[in-house]
């Protein structure tokens, strides 16, 4: 049964996997046996995440990529297709935050949030999408979050753009179909650095504590089985699905 969930000889384009979630996606898609390309800006930390998969047997790739750069995500699918003939799998993980009231936000701020958390990821489908179609084969992974369940003060750009990122899945899997699969999975609370704001705020911990039946706040290793399963062939017939991945956050009125 576990070569249902296998990633051999599959390449994978994860972004940001440099830090947070997506440094611990690319160790879990590596140990599946894909060979990950790490995208992301700061290449110092993605040369870190590709040591540390090479440590532990596993084959990497810094692919240097600012994803709201449209001409870059060209070139570097390009780049790759050339390189590697193929990609497999595309988890679009790179994500920001903008934490202000909707009153005193600029519009820029709210902008930089749409175009990194979900124009960003379009170009990607697209760009990917047109290559796995003549493949005819794909998994589009898109890390959403419970914010494209629930609004919450102060965040109203991350809350638009994983709202509309679940729509793109959706028109993703509706387009995309039979071959390619497109998939979202919508966290809870993991402590990485988009949230330290969150972490150290006594009331915020009390009442995750209180919402999550799990008790706790999430760790990046309980994304594991999710990625895995909408990545791999385990998840040939599940497509234009939000996985949410909580703790039980989002089923629970407190
Ligand atoms: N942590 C949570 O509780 C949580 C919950 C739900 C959803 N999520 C989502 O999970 C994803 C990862 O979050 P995280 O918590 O791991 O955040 P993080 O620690 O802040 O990491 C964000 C990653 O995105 C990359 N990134 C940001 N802007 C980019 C751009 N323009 N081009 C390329 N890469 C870019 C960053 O790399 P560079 O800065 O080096 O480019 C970094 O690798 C995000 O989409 C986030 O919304 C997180």
């Given at each position: 049964m576990a070569d249902l969930f296998s990633l051999k000889n599959r390449v994978v384009l994860l972004t940001g996997?440099?830090?947070?979630l997506g440094r611990d996606m690319a160790l879990t898609l590596a140990g599946a046996g894909a060979t990950v390309l790490c995208a992301g800006r700061t290449v110092k930390e993605l040369e870190a995440t590709a040591r540390a998969i090479a440590r532990k047997g596993g084959k990497a790739h810094v692919v240097p990529l600012d994803i709201t750069d449209e001409d870059a995500v060209r070139a570097q699918v390009r780049a790759i297709i050339r390189k590697h003939?193929?990609?497999d799998v595309l988890v679009n993980n790179a994500g920001v935050i903008h934490r202000q009231d909707i009153v005193d936000t600029e519009t820029a701020d709210f902008r930089k949030v749409i175009e990194t958390d979900l124009i960003g990821q379009f170009v990607l489908s697209r760009e990917v999408g047109r290559h796995m179609l003549a493949r005819e084969y794909g998994r589009i992974v898109n890390i959403s979050s419970v914010m494209a369940i629930l609004g919450r003060a102060s965040v109203a750009g991350y809350v638009a753009a994983k709202h509309g990122l679940v729509g793109l899945t959706k028109n993703l899997a509706a387009e995309y179909g039979p071959h390619v699969t497109a998939n979202a999975i919508a966290p809870g609370y993991i402590r990485t650095e988009l949230n330290i704001p969150l972490q150290r705020n006594k009331d915020f911990n009390a009442m995750l504590e209180q919402r999550t039946a799990a008790q706790r706040w999430g760790k990046p290793e309980d994304l594991r089985g999710a990625l895995l399963l909408l990545a791999s062939?385990?998840?040939?017939?599940?497509?234009g699905h939000t996985l949410v991945v909580d703790g039980g956050l989002t089923t629970i009125l407190a």
């Open positions: 996997a440099s830090r947070g003939r193929r990609i062939d385990a998840g040939a017939y599940i497509t």
